[in-house]
């Protein structure tokens, strides 16, 4: 689901979703923000096996905005890119609730993001192949994420340190929810193999697959 026109989601996502579809056994549904207030192809959210949001402070509502809730509710598996922390600007909320986030806003532009591998990250599925980069989007501010999330990846800018990735568990209608969480996600961010790497493990962790996204 594509919809954060500052950071040229739908470039990102589209290129993403082929590269997926030509490299793997995958059919990507995809769901584009036509106007803030309306995404296509909404109504076959329910029947993915699982989401990934790229969105920025759309405004749906009523049946579009429940749509999203309700998947949310399933227990099936999410992975939320950068502004996806405040994705729905009438649901700001899902931040906290479902990804586990405490989005604050950001450091200014200009200096790289450096990235490092966090104490408790190391042996973590979703690095399995993944090498450090610098990111050149801006350091979001997750000061204090939820408890039960197990950050993966920290980044640093002069003087500044903050979580850009983790993984969480969340108890959902009897099961653990799967979600994958990032801050990163700058269009520049996409040209780096690395990147692409850890999306592709976060796909194998959420739907607990170790072997489809491997390679």
């Known amino acids: 689901m594509s919809g954060s026109l500052e950071y040229k989601s739908d470039e990102s996502m589209t290129a993403f979703a082929k590269m997926l579809e030509e490299k793997y056994p995958v059919e990507c549904v995809k769901m584009f923000r036509k106007t803030d207030a309306d995404i296509t192809d909404i109504g076959k959210l329910a029947g993915c096996d699982i989401a990934v949001f790229f969105t920025r402070r759309l ?9 999203v809730k309700e998947y949310c509710a399933s227990g099936k598996p999410i992975i939320g890119i950068r502004t996806a922390s405040h994705g729905f600007q009438k649901w700001l909320e899902m931040d906290k609730e479902v990804f586990g986030g405490n989005y604050k806003g950001h450091f200014g532009a200009g200096p790289k993001c450096e990235l490092t591998t966090a104490e408790k990250g190391h042996d973590h599925l979703a690095l399995k192949g993944f090498t450090a980069f610098k990111s050149a989007g801006s350091l979001y501010k997750n000061p204090a994420v939820a408890k039960d999330v197990h950050v993966l990846l920290n980044g ?7 979580p850009v990735a983790w993984v969480r568990e969340r108890d959902v209608v009897e099961i653990k929810q799967r979600v994958f969480y990032t801050s990163l996600g700058h269009p520049d961010d996409f040209k780096v193999a690395a990147f692409n790497r850890l999306l592709l493990n976060a796909l194998g962790w959420c739907l607990k697959d ?5 390679k």
């Open 59 to 67: 405004t749906i509502d009523g049946e579009q905005l429940e749509a």
């Open 156 to 162: 640093a800018i002069p003087n500044q340190s903050e």
């Open 210 to 214: 170790e072997t489809t996204f491997a």
